[in-house]
């Protein structure tokens, strides 16, 4: 089954404990996304991934950190979690983006990470 | 800056009506329009999706209009039923058509 897989699906923890929710996409596709979701400002991106060894900023990049190692993987670090990183985590991804050949994101069903 | 906007915020109708929703974007250069549907503990799945060659698409129950000039796209809804009760979000791509910039979503309720 095609799918984008997400874990952990729920985690509490302490400020200042590093972190480290993983994605995994069995489609082979070149494009990977992480997004958070808070109440009443939609969902946000986080960074991007044209393909491996290729990231970027997103809107809300600062605190996290990416990689691309593999394409099938792209693993989102909170090196120094704050309060203010409390949210809903989405992970997505897509055959390809850029120009005319913007192709759908399919996304996972999400972590929810709540730092104390 | 780059941003999408999306009204209403809350929608409620009864079943067998319509729901229309509508979203306004920044960036002229933005060619793809897809709609994602999120129900309660999962995550957003594209419903309907338009690029910017195409002025409306349909499929069942569900259709797409694409205003360019005044940066306009709405998803519209007919013959509503409970289950199309969800929260529904728009998005268009930005950045050099790298990403997808999403509006705030609309709370759907179709009430029996």
């Known amino acids: 089954e095609a799918q984008v897989t997400q874990n952990p699906r729920y985690l509490i923890t302490v400020t200042g404990k590093k972190l480290t929710v993983t994605c995994s996409q069995n489609?082979?596709?070149?494009?990977m996304s992480w997004y958070r979701q808070d109440p009443g400002l939609g969902l946000r991106q986080i960074y991007y991934?044209?393909?491996?060894?290729?990231?970027d900023k997103g809107d809300v990049p600062e605190g996290y950190k990416v990689s691309r190692k593999e394409k099938r993987n792209f693993p989102l670090i909170l090196e120094s979690p704050s309060p203010n990183q409390t949210s809903l985590y989405f992970c997505?991804?897509?055959?390809?983006?850029?120009?005319?050949?913007?192709?759908?994101?399919?996304f996972g069903d999400g972590t929810r990470l709540s730092i104390l | 800056g780059e941003n999408v906007e999306q009204h209403p915020s809350t929608l409620s109708v009864q079943e067998g009506d319509s729901a229309v929703i509508k979203c306004t974007y920044s960036?002229?250069?933005?060619?793809?329009f897809p709609w994602y549907k999120q129900e309660l503990g999962k995550g957003p799945q594209l419903i309907i999706d338009?690029?910017?060659?195409?002025g409306e698409k349909k499929d069942q129950r569900i259709a797409v209009t694409l205003n360019k000039t005044a940066k306009h796209f709405s998803l519209h809804i007919t013959e509503t039923q409970p289950e199309d009760s969800a929260v529904y979000f728009c998005?268009?791509?930005?950045?050099?058509?790298?990403?997808?910039?999403f509006g705030t979503g609309t709370r759907l309720l179709v009430s029996p």
């Open positions: 997505a991804s897509s055959l390809r983006m850029g120009q005319a050949s913007n192709q759908p994101q399919h």
């Open positions: 489609m082979n596709h070149e494009y």
């Open positions: 991934s044209m393909n491996v060894e290729v990231t």
């Open positions: 960036d002229s250069a933005s060619n793809y």
């Open positions: 338009i690029r910017s060659n195409v």
């Open positions: 998005a268009a791509s930005m950045g050099g058509f790298q990403k997808l910039v």
